[in-house]
Nanobody
Framework: QVQLVESGGGLVQAGGSLRLSCAAS????????MGWFRQASGKERAFVAG????????YYADSVKGRFTISRDNAKNTVYLQMNSLKPEDTAVYYC????????????????WGQGTQVTVSS
């Protein structure tokens, strides 16, 4: 089993920045690809960013490319999402997920999820 705990959400003005963290415990962190997803009110959960086990490969949703950066520190069992130039449409609950790289790219039936952290961007 893997437990994922997100932190770092909050309220920020448009144009501001936040850094989300997801701390993992349980199974060996470095054996899992990691991803961030988000769910806005009334909408389905959507992929935001993913990173391979070693951190050498990353990929992003088109809506966040150039503004968000995913990274990981395997020594600390933590994955991060640096969010810059935030927009009101980035407002959502952000979830951390873990699985194989292929599964994250599909984004369904993922093995492990965190409980989510709220990000609110005011205009």
């Amino acid at each position: 089993q893997v437990q994922l705990v997100e932190s770092g959400g909050g309220l920020v003005q448009a144009g501001g920045s936040l850094r989300l963290s997801c701390a993992a415990s349980g199974r060996t962190f470095s054996s899992l690809a990691m991803g961030w997803f988000r769910q806005a009110s009334g909408k389905e959960r959507a992929f935001v960013a993913g990173i391979s086990r070693g951190g050498g490969t990353t990929y992003y949703a088109d809506s966040v490319k150039g503004r968000f950066t995913i990274s990981r520190d395997n020594a600390k069992n933590t994955v991060y999402l640096q969010m810059n130039s935030l927009k009101p449409e980035d407002t959502a609950v952000y979830y951390c997920a873990a699985d194989t790289f292929a599964a994250l790219r599909v984004g369904v039936n993922l093995a492990y999820w965190g409980q989510g952290t709220q990000v609110t961007v005011s205009s």
